[in-house]
Nanobody
């Protein structure tokens, strides 16, 4: 039983920064990876950033050099720092925990980047 709650979304101007946070609770005993995904209107959900249990980080090509994913083991949080935001970054951002054969998703938080 796992619950994820995202926060930090909002409206920002192009070139600005935004930090998203995800607080996890529940039965977290064998996490394979934690990540952030996003979905723009009319588009498929896509991986933005992923951090594995071995602390390996993966980023979508479109965000490399601009976004940073991190986690805090003590607080059970995973964060996404987004810099140099572009209008194409607009979408609903979802936190996800991949544990064994299961995936657990947050409710999503809206990020809107104006030009």
């Amino acid at each position: 039983q796992v619950q994820l709650v995202e926060s930090g979304g909002g409206l920002v101007q192009a070139g600005g920064s935004l930090s998203l946070s995800c607080a996890a609770s529940g039965s977290l005993f064998s996490i394979n990876a934690m990540g952030w995904y996003r979905q723009a209107p009319g588009k498929q959900r896509e991986l933005v950033a992923l951090i594995t249990s071995g602390d390996s980080r993966n980023y979508a090509d479109s965000v490399k050099g601009r976004f940073t994913i991190s986690r805090d083991y003590a607080k059970n949080t995973v964060d996404l720092l987004m810099n140099s935001l572009k209008p194409e970054d607009t979408g609903v951002y979802y936190c996800c925990i991949h544990q064994r054969m299961e995936s657990y998703w947050g409710q999503g938080t809206q990020v809107t980047v104006s030009s």
